[in-house]
T-cell receptor, first 111, second 115 residues
Framework: QKEVEQNSGPLSVPEGAIASLNCTYS??????FFWYRQYSGKSPELIMF????GDKEDGRFTAQLNKASQYVSLLIRDSQPSDSATYLC???????????FGSGTRLQVQP | DGGITQSPKYLFRKEGQNVTLSCEQN?????MYWYRQDPGQGLRLIYY???????QKGDIAEGYSVSREKKESFPLTVTSAQKNPTAFYLC??????????????FGPGTRLTVL
């Protein structure tokens, strides 16, 4: 079982729709959770992080965390073609400073 | 400009050669990390350093070496012992604050190809 799992996609949504990206993790003691966006050939850019159960909103992005279910998600409202990228979920596990990454979900926003 | 720089952007290596990838940051971050990314995959941790003159192996350290002589610099050497070095190498850094909010930021990456 992978430590951090994401559906590889592609997830295709029409422009203006809500994109929902999901991530599950195996280490129940994980402390914090990060979403990065990576355009093809580029390095990851931080979108947001979350460490408490519930929702955290930043502009068009909402991160949701459910530690009991070991599940974290990212919602992108009013999706734009410029949001087309691979979204990486990263988890900071028990006693570890470095992050463990999922393999990413490729999002395609259709104009 | 503040940020993380990596050089070179592209690097070609012949089999049997050692090569060194540069990573420099002027963000006054304490911790620095090296990750490797293969096509269609997530990032895997090679080495990390939380303070000067100290570093720890990550999940895939075999065939790699690092040094941390200055806070700003964390070079990675890919040795001839690394059998499949062709990959995208990413350096990251973070301010060593509270663990649950310690956020990593990435440099632009170096793409290494073995000829």
């Amino acid at each position: 079982q992978k430590e951090v799992e994401q559906n590889s996609g592609p997830l295709s949504v029409p422009e203006g729709a809500i994109a929902s990206l999901n991530c599950t993790y195996s280490d129940r003691g994980s402390q914090s959770f990060f979403w990065y966006r990576q355009y093809s050939g580029k390095s990851p850019e931080l979108i947001m992080f979350i460490y408490s159960n519930g929702d955290k909103e930043d502009g068009r992005f909402t991160a949701q965390l459910n530690k009991a279910s070991q599940y974290v998600s990212l919602l992108i409202r009013d999706s734009q073609p410029s949001d087309s990228a691979t979204y990486l979920c990263a988890v900071r596990g028990t006693g570890r400073r470095a992050l463990t990454f999922g393999s990413g979900t490729r999002l395609q926003v259709q104009p | 400009d503040g940020g993380i720089t990596q050089s070179p952007k592209y690097l070609f290596r012949k089999e049997g050669q050692n090569v060194t990838l540069s990573c420099e940051q002027n963000l006054n971050h304490d911790a620095m990390y090296w990750y490797r990314q293969d096509p269609g995959q997530g990032l895997r941790l090679i080495y990390y350093s939380q303070i000067v003159n100290d570093f720890q192996k990550g999940d895939i350290a075999e065939g790699y070496s690092v040094s941390r002589e200055k806070k700003e610099s964390f070079p990675l050497t890919v040795t001839s012992a690394q059998k499949n070095p062709t990959a995208f190498y990413l350096c990251a850094s973070s301010f060593r604050g509270r663990a649950n909010t310690d956020t990593q930021y990435f440099g632009p990456g170096t793409r290494l190809t073995v000829l």
